[in-house]
């Protein structure tokens, strides 16, 4: 039995679509069951980070736990420590944990510490773990679908910087195979595509996609500002955001690894793949 956090997020729901396609026990943890969209396979729980007790009756017979734990109002790790405290009690014996590329260095900004308390956690506890940090999510480029529907330039906020763009797909497939195989124990993964991409080429790539040419406007300090700010992100976080960017943009995140490959036995998808399974979102 495996008990999934984050079960509606983007990784998170796709590591329950894939256990239920393998007929793997499982459950997914959320706030609110009753706005839960899950098929018949899989078993909805109720829990909260407020309230351990929830927690440990969701554990009950768990033998593993995939960790999600995204920056919010708690503080960093606080979370994660209450979930493998209540894994522990409930007799769970691995977890696997959601991480971020470039976890602890400072260079990247204030948000590569978000994670560092609880990867700590893990590596300090008795279950077996397994940490992932993946590099940006292909599906983090929805949001360039109002600019591509209304005909305006894609968006660059990275400065032309490359990242190794992972299918959030591969980035699920890896986290079932750690929560299910041997051999994951004590290993950090960094799931990334099979190639760094820079704004330019997956908009070339999207365009092939679309069956159109979508050309590309390089942002400025002030713009991604404003940009950020429209879209919600609040005044005191933007300077990090703004930190991440510049990383971005000096090559810190041109990161390719096999590591997708050595734990599936196959490539990662390509960006051009995912822009296939999701055209409709940009058409």
Partial sequence: MILI????????????????????PHRALTRDPSRARFGPGTEVVRGDYDTPDSLRAALTGVDAVFMVNVPGAAAPGAHDRTLLDAAVTAGARRAVKLSAIATGDPASGPFSQWHVPGEQALRDGTLEWTILRPTMFASNFLWWAPDIRAGRPVPDQYGGGAQGVVDPADIAAVA?????????????????????????????ALGT??????????????????????????EHSVDGVLEGLAFVRDGGNAVVTDDVERVLGRPPRTFEEWARDHKDAFA
Avoid: C, F, W
Wanted: avoid cysteine.
């Fill in 209 to 234: 996609v679309l069956g159109r040419t979508l050309d590309t406007v390089e942002l400025s300090t002030a713009d991604n500002r404003a940009r950020l700010l429209s879209i919600g992100i609040p």
């Fill in 5 to 24: 956090t984050g079960a509606t997020g983007t990784i998170g729901s796709e590591l329950v679509r894939l256990l239920a396609a393998r007929g793997i």
């Fill in 176 to 204: 079932a195979e750690a929560l299910l195989g041997d051999g994951h124990h004590g290993r950090t993964y960094t799931p990334t595509g099979p190639e760094a991409l820079a704004v330019p080429r997956m908009a070339a």
